[in-house]
């Protein structure tokens, strides 16, 4: 299996630069045996009473700080919490930047340069920890936007919000889970109201998360561990609604990792908290996961792979085929789509 598989071109203008408004007025593609143009708002008629979504509640961080060595600029985005005063992030211009080398940031936070690791992605030391670092960057860092959402400059204030779900809970993501921005309290209700039952689990989102592949052959890509957490409640509430008879919907490709790294083979959920390096390709047998609503995803990434492997890798191509063709928006921004696993129970 080859990286090439699963490339597509993308014209520049299918990408969305801000979100829809209201965020559930977004579009969705019904994925199954056919494909059928729905709205986001259309998830309770899709739904069954007695279904339960499983949504990541976790919090993105304003990761993306400036400062200076020197004279020199300095752009970091932090992307991996390595220990409380210690991060992994992604520097601009990286090759300034030097073993033991000192940068100050706004809001008079510091930090000393440890190293670089064989990726290029700097080792920093900050001189704040834990609480106190978050709190620092809540105040001067801005969202850690992808590369293909342009902006003049850093994320802007409208990004804050757009850039965070609804429920957003748990601080620790340096990238979104991006189905759930479609949510609203609106949307929350009249699931409610159709008998839809809901459950949250927690996994931050890395940045490893969204990056292309760069080895040809899929063995050799390894993703980055990402933290996640399934508690008793979320576990029981899985597990109630299956064995009632409900179907188990993930909601974005994190909630859908996590789930299936708790999973028993007979599908049950149970409670786990660690971190995940699963990678999922196409022949990955599903064990608790019915239904996936998700966005549209890069070319060549782990994300496009994982979709792939739950609706089938041809349906998955017919269906952003006919996107493309119908003014779909695309990536994190964009619409969604709910996918059907290839043999649907």
């Known amino acids: 299996m080859r990286v090439a598989d699963f490339d597509y071109d993308l014209p520049p203008e299918a990408i969305a630069q801000r979100p829809a408004v209201p965020r559930d007025s977004a579009r969705l593609l019904v994925v199954g045996e056919s494909i059928e143009d729905k709205g986001v708002r259309d998830l309770p008629t899709l739904l069954r009473a007695g279904d339960v979504m499983v949504f990541n509640d976790t919090r993105v961080i304003p990761s993306r700080i400036s400062g200076r060595r020197g004279e020199a ?12 005063d210690r991060w992994r992030a992604l520097a601009r211009p990286a090759r300034r930047l030097r073993k033991d080398d000192h940068v100050a940031f706004a809001g008079g936070l510091a930090a000393t340069v440890e190293g670089k690791d064989t990726d290029g992605a700097v080792i920093f030391r900050f001189d704040r920890a834990g609480a106190a670092l978050r709190d620092l960057l809540e105040k001067h860092g801005s969202m ?29 993501a340096v990238a979104a889970p991006t189905a759930g921005l479609h949510f609203t309290g609106d949307l929350f209700d009249a699931l ?59 909601v974005g490709t994190t909630a859908l990792r996590i789930l299936e790294t708790a999973a028993k083979a007979d599908g049950r959920i149970a409670p786990v908290e660690g971190k995940t390096e699963l990678f999922i390709l196409p022949g990955y047998r599903f064990r608790a996961v019915d239904l996936l609503l998700t966005n549209f995803h890069l ?16 349906r998955v191509r017919q269906a952003y085929a006919h996107a ?5 928006r695309f990536y994190s921004y964009g619409d969604a789509c709910l996918l059907s696993p290839e043999t649907a129970r």
């Not at 300095?74 to 409380?84: D, F, N, R, V």
């Not at 782990?302 to 739950?310: K, Q």
């Not at 493309?324 to 779909?328: Q, T, V």
Request: aromatic share 6%; hydrophobic share 40%.
């Open 192 to 250: 409610d109201s159709a008998g839809i039952r809901r459950a949250t689990v927690t996994l931050h989102v890395g940045a490893g998360t969204f990056l292309p592949v760069k080895t040809d052959d899929l063995r050799g890509h390894k993703l980055h561990a990402e933290w996640g957490c399934i508690g008793t409640n979320a576990a029981k509430a899985v597990n109630s609604a299956r064995q009632a008879g409900g179907r188990v919907i993930a």
């Open 324 to 328: 493309l063709e119908n003014g779909y």
């Open 73 to 84: 600029r300095i752009e970091a985005t932090l992307i991996e919490e390595l220990a409380a």
């Open 144 to 172: 850690p936007l992808p590369p293909y959402i342009k902006r003049p400059g850093l994320a802007d204030d409208r990004d804050r919000i757009d850039y965070q779900t609804v429920f957003a809970a748990e601080p620790g």
């Open 299 to 314: 070319p060549r990434s782990t994300l496009l792979m994982l979709v792939s492997a739950f609706a089938g890798t041809g």
